[in-house]
């Protein structure tokens, strides 16, 4: 049912992994559940971000600031300065730089695709 929705494929990962770690059973009934989700999902969101940032050796706060804006905006944008600032200190003309770049900018992409509407903070 989940990848039939293009809105929510991204989402899938988080929604059997929900399943997988929370006893149904003891849910009282369907709006429990759904709350227990975002609970979940704002945890998981939490940890994902902190994750990413020590994994691409990024910028915290700026990083931090980059990601709530685009869940807030539901896209991640290469547009302006706020991807650059998140990035380590590389050269522009370095060849990494761009490979870095990239690889950051499709990551949150990713992320946004799988967090948004999902709500709390980053």
Known sequence: MIPASLGNRAKESL???FINQTNLDTTPDKSSII??????????QQREVKDMIA??????????RYI???????????????????LP???????QYLT???SVLQKIAAFVEKFKGVGGRV
């Open 89 to 95: 200190k590389l050269s522009p003309l370095n060849l």
């Open 100 to 102: 870095k770049k990239q």
């Open 55 to 64: 994994a691409e050796n990024l910028n915290e706060a700026p990083a931090k």
């Open 15 to 17: 929604v059997v992994d």
């Open 35 to 44: 709350d227990a989700f975002f609970s979940y999902a704002k945890v998981e």
């Open 68 to 86: 709530a804006a685009s869940l807030e905006r539901e896209y991640a944008s290469e547009n302006g300065t706020e991807l650059n600032a998140i």
